[in-house]
């Protein structure tokens, strides 16, 4: 018989066995038996500390937090962590009918949009630790050996394990590394008008990195409890350590304008402008990359062209800021501006949106 209990985790009252008949000519024989078992589960999540200054680095202790509803004990048993998602059931390549993309038949606009976060399902809602014992208990744990593939990694933790059925959460040590960092500051004014202090790294570290959850210190501070996203090796990725109070972000309300041209096809350009106000309360310089979206044309007679400011396209942003404007496949444009101390300043996107006049376009955000 079965039984679920408050977490959703089905388990067994009931034992089972396996009958295995083995035939020798004789001579002592060794049998090592595999199966598999349900209700089973890992979840990632980080200590980042980081250090700021000139040589700036992130200290990362990576975890797993083991859940075992199997219904067996397990004792003394080595342990291995595995990023396969065999759970999702996808037995073979999927196969693709043709995709059509078009302009829509006038309606509503409808703008899709998902909340914060990432939508990963490892999330691991994690209380803050103090940052003594945090650390403490991490240096005395030993790291994982890594093993890859094309489509997965295993983590082999080096201490055999006692996990007893129906336990909620074991803590397991995956490795400890120190990548170097550098700290810039993001503002996303279309969604909020705050500077955000970002650490930005490259995974240099030989274990891929699981979309989990954060304690986040800085200078030995906590700043931050937040989502991880994936960063496979050599991957870049960055940490939000929180609001940056020193420097005000102010979004004006967006100017959008209509102007026709052609003689036998009219065509319709939308010109908009997107203008945010910035201060500086620093007593130093800093950068501040201004994130905003560009519309991703699926249709060829929608034409999309950045008047200002001047930007050139590249494979992903750079982990290394530096001033001036990128934009990514994903038509992310990351303008980055150099603020003197106490300065004020108001910077402006502009784009075109060409399309025939007969034609309707409708904007649907997806991740």
């Known amino acids: 018989s079965q039984d679920y209990d408050n977490t959703g985790y089905r388990w067994r009252n009931s034992a089972q066995y396996a009958s295995i008949v083995v035939e020798s ?3 002592a024989s060794e049998l090592t038996i595999t199966y598999q078992v349900n209700n089973v589960a890992w979840f990632p999540f980080y200590d980042i500390r980081i250090t700021s200054g000139a040589d700036s680095e992130m200290h990362i202790t990576y975890f797993g937090k083991v859940r075992q509803f199997s ?108 990548l170097s960092t550098k700290l810039a500051n993001v503002t996303v004014p279309s969604r909020n008008s705050a500077a955000f202090l970002v650490a930005n790294s490259i995974n240099t570290s030989d274990y891929p990195l699981v979309a989990g959850n954060a304690s986040i210190f800085l200078d030995g501070a906590f700043v931050n409890k937040g989502e991880f996203e994936d960063a496979v090796i050599s991957q870049k990725f960055e940490v939000s350590l929180g609001v940056d109070p020193n420097i005000r972000i102010e979004y004006k309300p967006v100017r959008n304008y209509q102007e026709q041209s052609g003689t036998v096809e009219k065509i319709n350009s939308q010109v908009t402008e997107k203008t945010t106000s910035v201060t500086n309360l620093r007593p130093n310089p800093v950068l501040l990359t201004i994130r905003e979206q560009l519309p991703r044309s699926t249709d060829s007679r929608i034409k999309v062209r950045l008047e200002s400011p001047e930007a050139t396209e590249v494979a992903e942003a750079s982990a290394e800021p530096s001033v001036g404007a990128e934009i990514t496949p994903e038509k992310i444009l990351d303008y980055t501006v150099q603020l003197a101390p106490g300065e004020s300043n108001t910077f402006t996107v502009k784009y075109v949106t060409e399309h025939p006049q007969a034609e309707q376009i409708r904007y649907e955000e997806k991740f």
Not at 160 to 168: G, L, S, Y
Request: charge should be neutral; aromatic fraction near 6%.
């Open 71 to 178: 219904g067996e004990d397990w004792k003394n048993v080595p342990l291995v962590l595995s990023t396969a998602k065999p759970a999702h059931g996808v037995k073979q390549l999927p196969k693709l009918g043709a995709l059509e993309a078009s302009i829509v038949v006038p309606e509503p606009e409808c703008v899709s949009m998902r909340g914060g976060g990432y939508g990963r399902n490892m999330v691991y809602d994690m209380a803050c630790e103090s940052a003594p014992m945090a650390l403490g208990r991490a240096m005395k744990m030993t790291s994982a050996s890594v093993k890859s593939s094309n489509i997965a990694s295993e983590f082999s933790i080096g201490r055999p394990a006692t996990i007893d059925d129906r336990t909620e959460e074991y803590k397991v040590n995956i490795g400890q590394f120190t």
């Open 25 to 27: 000519e004789g001579g």
